[in-house]
């Protein structure tokens, strides 16, 4: 399965309504080679899920700068648990406080993104995750 | 976990099972195997087939930026709504630089998720160069044997003359914009030619009426035979969502039509035909470049015509007659060996 393609959701969960870092690092992921569904703005938990499911995505990731990056990622782990994607990399990035970033870790999620990260260093992430059979 | 070797172990009864019972994430497994790994697809398919029920399959196509992806929502709202269950497949292109695929059609289709009577999925149009992506018949199959009965297709944005929509929808919906060209456009051949409907969105947009007269210019002087009949051109607004009770209305009356006319089996007659020619096709070919080393040889013969400026059908003859001497050889050998 080495060469099946990588298909990763985007999408910005709630209402925060800035979409240029998800947008750079869309762009990224398609110029390295995978396949992005973007779903852009104001989504909940429920539809980002809801098109995991459907696109039988191989990773999820979310943007969040308003601060609400707890709830929402607590939340999308729980839905894709409960539909049968826990096998899948959750992952995103943000505004994220370190600690923060401890705690999503023990909920499931992947590593987080933050500013001034190197885009490659995204898409290394998600390669050797992969790479490496998943979660 | 979701390696290589899971792959024929995922194909199991297990999600055969599932699928049949309901289970969306089973339906979305199935459509993967049948996107990555083409040699399933014969083993899916003789199990999908004897459980479809004939769903129709409507393809939306265009330029691009026309309203593809908002018509088509508007289009499975309003399916929903009279009863149908409703599989849509969105295809965007493959770069051919990176092999990457930026899918956003899911973007204009907000308004239909969560609906339990929709299931939407994105494709990358891969290796597709003519709107679709190859294995989008196949998800349609998928689609079909989980009980959809609307299917719509929608193609990544296209020119004139990318027709691959013609090899899976039984009714094709052209969507149009005012401005995008004048009648000589229209009197191309290609795209316009497949459509048994034409609609110009964006009709709010000026343009919209000398868009119309072109169109019933086109099909006055047209010299089709009588009995058929010009496709309508309609108009909407689909992002100001005028006009789309009328268009829903005339794709339900022309599917209606087309299944009593018997002209929709006919289209899954040829279609069929089609496929078969094509596989044998590539059967075929498979089995002399197994048999002899013809892909060598023509690299060789092609680079030797070139370098002496020769036409190339005698080589081309000389092959051909190979291949009958060969395969018969080969069935002549099993018989020995058998």
């Known amino acids: ?135 | 976990m979701r390696t290589g070797a899971s792959i024929g172990r995922s194909l199991g009864p297990k999600l055969w099972d599932d699928f049949f019972k309901g289970s969306r994430l089973a339906c979305a497994r199935l459509i993967t195997l049948v996107e990555n790994f083409p040699e399933s697809v014969p083993e899916i398919r003789d199990k999908l087939i004897p459980r479809q029920k004939g769903a129709i399959r409507v393809g939306i196509t265009g330029p691009p930026g026309v309203g593809k992806s908002t018509v088509t929502a508007a289009l499975a709202r309003r399916a929903v709504k009279a009863g149908h269950t409703v599989g849509i497949i969105a295809v965007d292109p493959t770069s051919p630089f990176t092999g990457g695929a930026f899918l956003g059609d899911r973007v204009r289709m907000q308004s239909l998720i969560g609906d339990p009577h929709i299931f939407i999925r994105s494709m990358a149009s891969r290796d597709g160069h003519g709107g679709l992506s190859p294995s989008t018949p196949y998800v349609a199959d998928v689609f079909d044997a989980f009980g959809m009965d609307r299917i719509f297709i929608e193609t990544v944005g296209v020119g004139q003359a990318e027709l691959d929509v013609l090899t899976c929808a039984d009714l094709i919906v052209l969507v149009l914009q005012p401005a995008t060209g004048d009648i000589i456009q229209a009197l191309k051949a290609g795209i316009i030619e497949a459509a048994d409907l034409l609609l110009i969105n964006k009709s709010d947009l000026s343009g919209t009426e000398s868009l119309l007269e072109s169109f019933r210019f086109l099909f006055e002087i047209s010299a089709r035979p009588k009995a058929i009949a010009a496709p309508p051109v309609l108009t909407a607004s689909a992002l100001h969502n005028k006009g789309l009770d009328e268009v829903y209305k005339e794709v339900e009356q022309l599917i209606h039509g087309h299944v009593e006319s018997g002209r929709i089996r006919e289209k899954k007659r040829l279609r069929l035909e089609g496929e078969m020619k094509s596989s044998v096709l590539q059967d075929l070919w498979g089995r002399f470049s197994a048999l002899t080393n013809a892909p060598e040889e023509m690299r060789t013969a092609a680079e030797d015509l070139l370098k002496n400026g020769r036409s190339p059908y005698p080589f081309i003859r000389n092959l051909c007659a190979r291949i009958t001497m060969e395969i018969r050889d080969e069935r002549t050998n099993r018989k020995d060996h058998g």
Do not use: C
């Open chain 1, 1 to 135: 399965m080495a060469d099946k393609k990588i298909k990763i959701i985007i999408a910005k969960p709630g209402l925060d309504g800035h979409d240029r870092g998800a947008k750079v690092v869309a762009r990224a992921l398609v110029e390295a080679g995978m396949e992005v569904v973007y779903l852009g703005l104001r989504q909940t938990p429920e539809s980002i899920v809801n098109a995991a499911l459907e696109e039988d995505a191989d990773v999820v990731g979310l943007s969040i700068l308003s601060g609400a990056h707890m709830t929402h990622f607590k939340r999308v782990k729980e839905l894709m648990d409960k539909n049968g994607l826990g096998d899948r990399l959750l992952t995103g990035g943000g505004i994220i406080p370190t600690k923060d970033q401890d705690k999503l870790k023990e909920l499931g999620v992947g590593k987080v993104f933050g500013p001034g990260d190197d885009l490659q260093a995204i898409v290394d992430y998600i390669r050797t995750w992969r790479g490496s059979g998943g979660a």
